[in-house]
């Protein structure tokens, strides 16, 4: 079994009771679009592993010790960069810090951090073609607040180099919010 197989199963498991946001839809389904997305992008199996497992430290019972011995410290330190760490901080102090990190973040936690944001930013872009401008509702800052995010994510996913992914997140957030402000 590959570490992408293993990576498949834990997340499944680990996310087993998890919805995403306002919908009946399985948890699951996002970390298993972020892994595909890096496949396509053509990211080596740590990276895609990654990818598969890079919300269990932040939202399930998952160790960081669990995650080094079953996948190695190499997933484990990207796992541990696309990671919130303080739950009980203020939504955007926690946003205001993922941007921080990232500013300085190795290429493989930009990619992971840049599928991540790509396919949450393509969920909302459908789900306001749908529900229109309720479609913000679900989330605990409205359209303003998560355009200032979005937009601050590709500055600080392109602070060293541009890479193909984070060209199609620029796309998208375009798409969804217009030119930048
Ligand atoms: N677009 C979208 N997002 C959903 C959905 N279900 C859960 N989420 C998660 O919701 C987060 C955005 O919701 P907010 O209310 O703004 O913030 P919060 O949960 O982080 O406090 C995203 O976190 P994030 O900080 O942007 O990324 P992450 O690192 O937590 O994944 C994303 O992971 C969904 O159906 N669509």
């Given amino acids: 079994m590959t570490i992408v197989d293993q990576a498949i199963e834990f997340a499944a498991y680990a996310h087993r009771n998890q919805k995403r946001k306002g919908t009946d839809i399985p948890y699951v389904s996002h970390p298993y679009a972020v892994g595909m997305i890096l496949r396509q992008a053509g990211c080596p199996d740590e990276v895609v592993a990654a990818g598969l497992l890079h919300d269990t430290l932040e939202d399930t019972e998952t160790t960081a010790e669990q995650l ?10 990207i796992v541990v960069g696309c990671s919130e760490p303080d739950k009980g901080a203020s939504w955007e102090e926690r946003k205001r810090h993922t941007l921080e990190e990232l500013r300085s973040a190795s290429l493989a936690i930009l990619q992971v951090a840049c599928a991540d944001k790509l396919h949450n930013i393509r969920s909302i872009r459908r789900d306001l073609a749908v529900h229109g401008e309720q479609a913000w509702d679900r989330f ?10 979005y ?5 600080s996913l392109g602070h060293e180099s541009r890479f193909a992914l984070l060209d199609e997140l620029e ?3 375009k798409a969804v919010f217009g030119s930048p402000v």
């Fill in 171 to 173: 796309a998208e957030v």
């Fill in 68 to 77: 080094r011995d079953l996948f190695g410290p190499a997933v484990l330190e």
């Fill in 140 to 149: 605990k800052r409205g359209r303003d607040s998560q355009q200032w995010y």
């Fill in 151 to 155: 937009t601050g994510l590709v500055e």
